[in-house]
């Protein structure tokens, strides 16, 4: 193996879910995202040296910090046994529904391989990026996936075979709003119901094969008609939603298709045609949150087909 000194990834954020597709689609997008560091240290396994722009609020013990979990499963896999260190630059915000958690496992897992002089494919570090997300969220691929192959996923497990890439509509933009309220994402999954009606089964189902049907058409009406027929995570989740109900009238009258929760929230994505239409949509949503004295940040962008990167590799 050819070990480097030091390596550098970048993680995008996700929109975990597409609304009706609870824990199996997901959508990434290229910024914000997470940077993780890395370099070779003479303690075994990996530990976190320094995290940026988390307000202190993430934990360094190396089997909760999602980043550390992830580094350490890659070491594992390729049977390394000298130290990592990482430093965590966050560029997501916390409990905010963008995959914060994804990206730095990600980040982590492609940087440690870098590191390593990359033995293992983009696929072969889903399972140890999936490691990091499971010790804080759940093991669920939905934001993991989406993050480290970019573009728009079906996953339906962790193989090869259960990564399924869907066209992304040329037509398709997104207006994103994130209230400055955290929500936990173990907080948001344990309001969910452990069983549901066989007619709900049937509705649900339904609607996650509408939008698997609407992006292979390339039609944004249908896809945000489908997204938005969920009837069994969101009116579970919605309480936790600053302004659901409202955002969504804003959203709409400003133009956009559609708005669901983007993860497990607070982030609201909103899903449009044209570019123009995102942006106002974007601004909308953003001046009726401070109108109601909630501080908000907004941004218009478009699915990117591009995963997380390693950004540089020192020799
Ligand atoms: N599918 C997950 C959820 C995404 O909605 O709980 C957040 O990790």
């Known amino acids: 193996m050819t070990m480097n000194t030091r390596a550098e990834a970048f993680a995008p954020a996700t929109v975990a879910n597409l609304g009706v597709g609870f824990d199996i689609l997901g959508l990434a997008i290229s910024e914000p995202g997470d940077t993780v560091r ?9 530990h976190v040296a320094r995290i ?9 013990d190396p089997e909760k910090n999602t980043a550390c979990v992830a580094a350490n499963s890659v070491l594992n896999l390729l049977d390394v046994k000298q130290g990592v260190s990482i430093t965590l630059l966050k560029g997501l915000p ?4 963008l995959g914060s958690s994804s990206a730095s496992a990600v980040a982590a897992a492609l940087a440690v391989n870098a590191l390593c002089g990359s033995p293992l494919s983009t696929m072969e570090l889903l399972p140890a990026a999936l490691d990091g997300e499971a010790a804080v969220s759940g093991r669920h691929a939905d934001n993991v996936a989406p993050c480290l ?3 728009i996923t079906l996953v339906t497990g962790i193989e090869a075979d259960d990564i399924h890439r869907l066209p992304i509509p040329e037509a398709l933009y997104l207006a994103l709003v994130t209230p400055d309220v955290p929500v936990p994402t173990a907080l948001a999954r344990s309001v969910l119901p452990d069983s549901i009606s066989l007619r709900d089964m049937v509705a649900q189902t339904g609607g ?8 292979y058409r390339g039609d944004v009406a249908a896809l945000a008609c489908a997204m938005e027929s969920d009837r069994v995570v ?13 955002m969504r009238a804003v959203a709409r009258s400003a133009g956009a298709l559609g708005l669901v929760i983007s993860g497990a929230g607070p982030t609201l994505c909103a899903i449009c045609d044209a570019a123009k239409t995102a942006e106002r949509v974007a601004g909308a949503m953003q001046a009726a949150y401070e109108q109601a004295g909630i501080a908000a940040v907004s941004r218009h962008t478009r699915v990117s087909e591009t995963g997380a990167k390693v950004l540089q590799i020192d020799a």
Not at 208 to 215: C, P, Q, Y
Not at 235 to 246: K, T
Request: charged share 20%; glycine share 16%; hydrophobic share 50%.
């Open 234 to 246: 969101e009116p579970a989740r919605a309480h936790l939603m600053p302004m659901l109900v409202e």
């Open 52 to 60: 940026e722009g988390d307000g202190g609020l993430l934990p360094l």
């Open 149 to 151: 192959f970019g573009g």
């Open 94 to 97: 916390l409990a905010s529904g």
């Open 208 to 215: 996650v094969a509408r939008v698997v049907d609407a992006l």
């Open 38 to 46: 890395v370099e070779w240290t003479d303690a075994p396994g990996a």
